[in-house]
């Protein structure tokens, strides 16, 4: 079989991908088989993880209530902080560890399922907290051992947490986030049922879509799988392994479906835009949980660790915030363009699938026409002007650099090597687009 000429073989490249995914239930009405799925799994006392405004909203009362009618010992914890952080992680373990539950369900965003992620995990093999994170920050300790079963129902459609081994915080005292990357950690089952997003702020859509598109996008245009060192084991080849044939199909197939219903979405929002856009986020999921995102994403950590005063509609608005999906695509325009000139006929084929008009336009020029093609969407969907709209300026730009340059992880899966004074410029782009 022959791949693109994208993946031809390197000395001491890897010649060997692997495809990782959770098992999937999608559909409406889903969240109401919850009991069975539990029962399946063997559950009999149930942690059922959310966020304070997500507990009180229709998906919880629907989980609660299918798992009870199986007869269930359902506690639900409503405390888990919207974009995690090292503390609200620990607690979250705490109530797990203290509660004996041999099962988990998490329903919300990102933050929930992320969250319930690490409390399954500390809860199973307690350890230092530092220890399982990634490496430089932590010691990237692997994972002993299977944890209990989780089920991972999203009611945003971003993050695609439902598919990925990783779970994501803010380590507070770094003012940087960083996160545990295991297949461990991966959720058991993923239920998605596209009626919750029906209650989605505007901006949340907004973000959401724009996550799912870096992921695809970072996905498809990452390193080649083939020109990553060849690990010494196969235990030892990464999730995050570049791009590969696999993942090319399904981040492809994510940015169309974005691309065709994420303006409409945030504008006007109908139904089937629902649907549409919580497959793309998990088609998305499973193509970055195996190939790995890249610079918007390892820039993205930066930019939400040292926020300032920018404190986003839609979110709670007790601090300030740069929500995920918002911290990364601000740096994505400037990265493509950066990346564009390595793999154009990647980046060309990405904004062709997220629609732009290619008429009497060069393959060539690809990293520029898909950075033109973001941020037209982004003006159409409400997101802020680059990296001065969630408020930093031209002296934050060495902060920003020393920040995202330990994400190693992420910054060498990227298309070309990028030293430091390149991030720097990197960052000095994404300060404004229009
Ligand atoms: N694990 C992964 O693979 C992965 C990947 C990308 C991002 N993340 C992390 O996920 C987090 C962001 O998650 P997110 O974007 O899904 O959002 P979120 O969980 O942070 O929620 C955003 C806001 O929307 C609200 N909300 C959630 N569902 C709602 C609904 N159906 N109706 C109304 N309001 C709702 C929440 O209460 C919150 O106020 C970040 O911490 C990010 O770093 C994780
Ligand atoms: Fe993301």
New binding site residues.
């Given amino acids: 079989m022959s791949f693109s000429s994208y993946f031809t073989n390197k000395k001491g490249g890897d010649r060997i991908f692997s495809v990782e995914a959770s098992k999937i239930k999608f559909g409406r009405g889903s969240l109401k088989e919850i009991g069975d799925d539990a029962t399946a799994l063997g559950m009999t006392r149930v942690a059922v993880f959310t966020?304070?405004?997500?507990a009180k909203?229709e998906?919880v009362s629907i989980v609660v209530e299918s798992l009870k009618s199986k007869g269930m010992d359902t506690v639900v914890y409503d405390q888990v902080a919207?974009?995690?952080t090292d503390i609200s992680f620990k607690q979250g373990s705490k109530f797990a560890s203290e509660g004996k539950f041999d099962g988990f369900v998490s329903v919300?965003?990102?933050?929930?399922?992320?969250t319930c992620?690490a409390s399954n995990l500390y809860s199973c093999y307690p350890a230092d907290f530092l220890d399982y994170v990634n490496a430089p920050i932590g010691k990237a300790v692997p994972v002993p051992g299977k944890l209990k079963p989780h089920i991972a129902c999203?009611?945003?459609f971003?993050?695609?947490?439902e598919?990925?081994g990783?779970?994501?915080?803010?380590l507070l005292e770094m003012e940087a986030?960083t996160?545990i990357v295991s297949p461990m950690i991966r959720a058991d089952i993923g239920v998605l049922d596209p009626s919750?997003?029906?209650?989605?702020?505007p901006l949340?859509r907004a973000?959401?879509g724009f996550?799912v598109f870096s992921?695809a996008c970072e996905s498809i245009t990452a390193r080649p799988y083939t020109h990553r060192p060849a690990p010494e084991s196969s235990q030892k080849r990464p999730l995050s392994q570049g791009a590969n044939p696999y993942s090319d199909i399904t981040c492809l197939e994510a940015i169309n479906l974005i691309g065709r219903n994420i303006v409409q979405a945030v504008n006007d929002p109908r139904e089937e835009n629902y649907g549409a856009l919580m497959f793309a986020g998990m088609l998305a999921?499973i193509g970055f949980?195996n190939a790995g995102c890249h610079l918007p994403h390892g820039m993205s950590y930066a930019v939400?660790g040292l926020v300032k005063d920018y404190q986003p509609q839609?979110?709670?608005a007790d601090h300030p915030m740069v929500?995920?999906?918002i911290s990364v695509i601000v740096n994505s325009p400037a990265v493509f363009r950066k990346t564009g000139p390595a793999c154009p006929e990647r980046h060309w084929k990405a904004a062709d699938a997220m629609g732009a008009d290619l008429t009497d336009k060069k393959m060539e020029d690809g990293g520029e026409i898909l950075a033109d093609q973001i941020i037209s969407m982004m003006r159409d969907t409400g997101i802020p002007n680059g990296l001065s709209g969630v408020g930093y300026s031209m002296s934050d730009l060495d902060a920003l650099t020393d920040r995202s340059f330990a994400q190693k992880r992420l910054i060498d899966n990227g298309p070309l090597p990028v030293a430091r004074n390149e991030l720097k410029k990197l960052f000095h782009d994404a300060m404004s687009y229009w």
Wanted: net charge negative; charged share 15%.
């Fill in positions: 966020d304070p405004k997500v909203l998906p919207v974009e995690p919300g965003g990102g933050s929930v399922m992320d992620k999203p009611t945003t971003g993050t695609a947490s598919c990925t990783i779970a994501i915080f803010d986030k996160g919750v997003l029906a209650s989605l702020p949340v973000a959401n996550d992921h999921g949980g939400a839609g979110w709670p929500p995920h999906g």
